[in-house]
């Protein structure tokens, strides 16, 4: 029995109304109001980043402590049992209000590694870091990729070796985010190279304060530094931080990786959803003296109506799945398409400014384009390059046969690799 | 031999040597000037200026040296002994420090000199360069000093700059792709990766003969703003592509791309960025100007 | 101009009518007889047109019913275009059923629509809407054809450059400009002082004609003067009917270039199995995807549900896109097949033609792009 959307829409709105005040949403969005930036990796110096991390946690005890911290995860660990639809509802109705973003604990730690804690950890484990992690208390992060494995997750290097009741762990990850205020990662390592690459890895998680986990932030061409590299000199991890089997460890990370879910944003004020408006682009239009400009338009014309159809393909997912359907391929078509409209945005914006987004001059809505261009490679390449997305829907959705692969029925040990970049 | 290579005031031979002695010249970007007089620079540049000159600015743009070398080709060319800058849209930009109140020559549409207002260092997009914007009174305009051969001759330099940039980006996305390894075999192996990298090279081709046929062209003034242009262009998309390959590594301040990508950037929007001479080429047409001023059919 | 309540059909009712129509197609109509059906006189398969019409009630799915329809919505008949565009079918289902009875629907005009739909409905009527001047553009005012008054009735003078199955339609929707500003007309195929001349198409499967009217005698519908808020409603209903037309053609196209892909062997293994190819797909999918969201985004918002966007934004937006997205997918199609999509017994170039013409009919990209700008507000 699972509560009427309705009803719990009603709690909803009466808990947000009490915690917290509506998002003034007059003046955001607006061009030449507010601040001008577009990016989106911030660049916040770290006393500003610790307040923001410590809001966040404030805020998401809040909401645990009023029986929305958890919403689709089981009562035993202070969820709320309830269905993603319920979820989506929450997080479409909070966005109308101004509270902290709650993104640093819940993108990775609370979307990804919870439920996969809750698939794959002993009881003790998850009695110990649910709640803890649902209440704020505990920020997880993910130590997946490294240096020479990006893509090829499966060709992680890092070692685990088993001695009594603890395992021994050396290895290097990188392009962690929230490495730096995490105090749990979990971590993918190769405990049998003498298995196909797939077959010895086993997951685990790792106290981030344990001696010989060492965080170091990686500083991107976009000017802030919001990854990590975390090295693992002798860390020592108990056999019961271990999550599912022993070389049982890529079906544990597929779990991590499958829960990954667009977060559902309605009118949110971030400086990537207003560059993304077609009211806002169109200030820039005006601004630059391009109003009348027939190419610049004919080009803004066929972006903003790109733009605006993604956005239709999301409104009907969500139709489909407040209706109950399965969700289709719909997230990774909107992922490509998000990436690569964001891209023409960042170019087409500083192609209008035109000299002056090369240098500061202080004028509005210029050079603080760059921040969007900056970051817009990252967009076609984290969290699933737009090479890899278009293998996954040609082969899983269209069909089409894989390419030969030459790697993955050879030992990992007899493998060509490549070593850790200097 | 092509009709480029006839024209050419040095054979192949002792071409090769200038180029193999420039790249030395800018191993140390510190002693640029000093290693070019002893070369004797001036002497060889005078019996191949074609050559030489864009030679020099691709090895300058293929080892992101920052040098004032521009400054000394206008200069010479137009017998001005002060300071130069360059239009960039509504901004008059130099390459380094300015002194306000010099005689500054502002090569633009029109080349005039001025006497220069304030000048300030700008925290620009390319961080390796030493920009400086300098304020131009409405009031200073003079009559134009020197005719629309020498922002020709400007933008050719500009077009061999952007160029050696863009080999040089495509040059680290080829040994990256050609050494990193994923799912067991090089990126470069991977028809994406190979087509992005084929993509760039084709661009940076075009490029590279757009100019050539600007130094021998019967029009040069059009001739030098298509190939300002297409180096424009093509920076946008070589950049792209190589940037993308290089995964997240180029991703990072560590690499070397995005030094590539912001200075050929900000050199695209001297002299008129390659939207701008989109837009002048087009109304040039319009207006009934020659189809094809860089090739002769 | 308020349009009578229309009935919505439930998600299986849409599946069944998709299915219905697909199955039809399916045997009636597979590309070699799309072939043999232009070979004919009439350059289109009429039988089919008949079943279509009667048996499926193609036809009438979107007139009301007071005027011999059945009622439902651009959701519905969208769902019956896309059938149409998979299958590449000649025949002036756009022009009669997406073009002249929403342009009689527009007007407002009970006695045109009572004279009229009903025929349209049927299939009995072949109609069409005559617009686009020497100009060569889609316009709404200004016409050269003028009409003048006699008697009782109007004729027309003057000349209609493209008309979509102009030639062979018994009923010509005629826009002319009379003293009070653009009026709509109706000519009949055996008015006095008309010359129709077919012209050879770029798109096979939709019949152009040119149209010259001497004295035409013609009836007006609607007010006199109002036939430029009745074009703009047309454009708005066509192009989304258009739109689902689009999608159902690019669909088909990825499906040719798929089932390709994973058979054709080169290299010692199928060639889609190479990145270039399987990139291809992947991207003519997506493209697909976002078009057919748009498209269906746009019929719903006409068709007035809640919860919809603005239906002039979503329509232009729809337009646009899937414009773009059939033009890409069209092309791409032909270079998955390599040599053998180039050839003139391959149907790729059928739905090449298709989305050329389609991209083109109201303006072509840079007027759809403007339009989208212009329902934003910028």
């Not at chain 3, 995807?289 to 809640?306: C, Q, S």
């Amino acid at each position: 029995m699972t509560e009427d959307i309705e009803d719990f829409v009603g709690r909803v709105r009466a808990f947000l109304d009490e915690h917290a005040s509506r998002r003034e949403t007059d003046a955001v969005g607006v061009w030449g109001q507010g601040k001008d930036h577009t990016g989106y990796f911030t660049d916040d110096p770290s006393d500003v980043e610790k307040a923001k991390v410590d809001a966040a946690r404030a805020w998401q005890r809040t909401r645990y402590e009023n029986g929305f911290g958890w919403i689709t995860g089981p009562a035993e660990f202070g969820g709320n049992g309830l269905t993603t639809t319920h979820d989506l509802m929450y997080d479409l109705i909070e966005s109308e209000y101004d509270v902290p973003d709650t993104g640093v604990l819940s993108l990775i730690g609370l979307g990804m590694i919870g439920p996969t804690i809750l698939a794959h950890a002993r009881e003790d484990i998850k009695q110990r870091y649910l709640p803890a992690m649902y209440s704020g208390e505990v920020i997880a992060c993910q130590l997946f990729s490294e240096p020479a494995a990006g893509s090829d997750l499966a060709g992680v290097q890092t070692k685990a070796v088993r001695d009594g009741d603890i395992w021994r762990v050396n290895g290097q990850k990188v392009w962690t985010s929230v490495a730096q205020h995490s105090q749990i990662g979990m971590a993918l390592c190769r405990t049998d190279p003498d298995q196909p690459k797939h077959k010895g890895i086993t997951a685990f998680l790792v106290d981030m304060s344990a001696p010989g986990v060492d965080v170091r932030p990686l500083r991107q061409m976009s000017g802030g530094a919001e990854f990590n590299e975390v090295f693992l000199t002798d860390v020592e991890v108990p056999d019961d931080h271990r999550l599912g089997e022993v070389d049982g460890g890529w079906a544990v990370g597929m779990t991590t990786l499958m829960n990954e879910r667009a977060s559902v944003s309605g009118e949110s004020d971030g400086p990537v959803t207003r560059a993304q408006k077609p009211e806002f682009l169109g200030g820039l239009l005006r601004a630059t003296g391009h109003q009348s400009d027939a190419a610049a338009r004919a080009k803004l014309g066929a972006l903003v109506a790109d733009l605006t159809a993604a956005k239709y393909m999301g409104t009907q997912s969500l139709r489909r799945m407040k209706a109950g359907s399965q969700p289709g391929p719909e997230a990774s078509v909107g992922k490509l398409r998000w990436a690569q409209n964001l891209t023409r945005i960042a170019h087409l914006a500083t192609d209008l400014v035109g000299p002056k987004a090369m240098a500061d001059t202080g004028e509005w809505g210029t050079y603080s384009w760059n921040e969007l261009l900056l970051s817009s490679p990252a967009f076609r390449i984290l969290g699933g390059t737009e090479e890899i997305m278009k293998n996954i829907l040609g082969e899983r959705v269209l069909g089409l046969p894989k390419e030969p692969s030459s790697d993955s029925r050879t030992p990992f040990n007899e493998l060509r690799r490549s070593g850790n970049p200097s | 031999m092509t009709e480029y290579e006839e024209h050419r005031g040095l054979d192949a031979q002792t071409l090769q040597e200038v180029a193999a002695s420039l790249r030395e010249v800018f191993a140390d970007p510190a002693t640029v000037d000093d290693a070019l007089e002893e070369l004797g620079w001036n002497e060889i540049a005078e019996l191949d200026p074609a050559t030489t000159t864009t030679l020099l600015f691709d090895t300058a743009g293929h080892t992101l040296a920052t040098t004032r070398l521009l400054d000394d080709v206008v200069r010479k060319a137009t017998g001005h002994a002060g300071p130069v800058a360059y239009a960039a849209g509504e901004l008059v930009v130099a390459l380094g420090p300015v002194d306000a109140g010099a005689d500054l020559l502002v090569v633009g549409q029109e080349c005039r000199t001025v006497t220069a207002g304030a000048v300030s260092a700008v925290t620009g997009f390319d961080t390796g360069g030493d920009w400086h914007v300098i304020e131009v009174g409405a009031g200073s305009a003079t009559e134009p000093t020197a005719g629309p051969d020498i922002l020709a001759l400007a933008r050719r330099a500009l077009s061999a700059e952007i160029n050696g940039m863009c080999r040089a980006a495509l040059g680290l996305a080829a040994q990256h792709t050609s050494t990193r390894e994923q799912y067991g075999r090089y990126l470069a192996t991977f028809q994406a990766v190979r087509h992005a990298l084929a993509e760039s090279y084709a661009a940076i081709e075009l490029s590279r003969v757009t100019l050539e046929a600007a130094w021998v062209s019967d029009d040069p003034v059009t001739a030098s703003t298509v190939a300002k242009h297409q180096a424009g262009a093509s920076q946008a998309t070589v950049m792209q592509r190589t940037v993308h390959v290089l995964g997240a590594m180029g991703l990072t301040l560590e690499s070397d791309m995005h030094r590539y990508v912001s200075r050929a950037a900000a050199l695209d929007t001297l002299l008129g960025d390659h939207n701008e001479l989109a837009a002048e080429l087009g109304a040039m047409l319009l207006h009934g100007g020659p189809a094809d001023p860089v090739a002769s059919i | 101009m308020s349009t009578p309540a229309i009935s919505h059909a439930g998600a299986h009712e849409l599946d069944d009518l998709r299915s219905s129509v697909r199955a039809l197609l399916a045997t009636a109509s597979d590309h070699e007889a799309v072939r043999a059906a232009l070979d004919t006189e009439a350059g289109y398969d009429t039988a089919l047109w008949n079943r279509l019409a009667q048996e499926l009630g193609v036809h009438a799915l979107a007139i009301p019913e007071q005027s011999g329809g059945v009622g439902f919505g651009l959701t519905e008949l969208g769902v019956a275009f896309g059938e149409l565009g998979r299958a590449v079918v000649p025949g002036p289902y756009f022009s009669s059923i997406a073009l002249a009875a929403n342009a009689l629907l527009a007007s407002g005009d009970v006695d045109a629509q009572d004279t009229h739909l009903p025929g349209i409905a049927s299939g009995e009527t072949v109609a069409t809407l005559a617009v686009i001047e020497d100009a060569g553009n889609w316009q709404t005012d200004g016409f050269s054809t003028s009409a003048s008054p006699n008697g009782s009735n109007w004729s027309l003078t003057g000349r209609k450059l493209l008309v979509t199955d102009g030639a062979d339609a018994d009923l010509l929707l005629v826009a002319a400009q009379t003293p009070a500003g653009p009026s709509l007309f109706a000519v009949t195929a055996d008015a006095a002082g008309l010359t129709r001349t077919a012209l050879i198409t770029l798109d096979i499967t939709r019949a152009v004609a040119t149209i010259e009217f001497d004295t035409t005698p013609a009836t007006l519908i609607g007010a006199e003067g109002s036939a430029s808020g009745i074009l703009d409603d047309v454009l708005v209903r066509a192009t989304t009917l258009l739109a689902g037309e689009q999608v159902g053609g690019a669909r088909a196209c990825l499906e040719l270039s798929v089932d390709y892909a994973r058979e054709r062997v080169q290299f010692g293994r199928a060639i889609g199995s190479f990145q270039a190819i399987k990139h291809k797909c992947a991207d003519m999918f997506a493209a697909i995807e976002v078009a057919d969201a748009a498209a269906r985004e746009a019929a719903r918002a006409l068709d007035g549900f809640e919860d919809s966007p603005e239906p002039a934004v979503a329509a232009a937006v729809a337009h646009a896109v899937c414009s773009d997205a059939f033009m890409f997918v069209a092309a791409e199609t032909i270079q998955v097949h390599g040599g053998i999509g180039f050839t003139w017994e391959h149907p790729a170039h059928l739905y090449f033609r298709r989305a050329k013409s389609s991209q083109l009919l109201f303006g072509g990209p840079a007027v759809y792009h403007e339009r989208v700008l212009t329902a934003h507000g910028i």
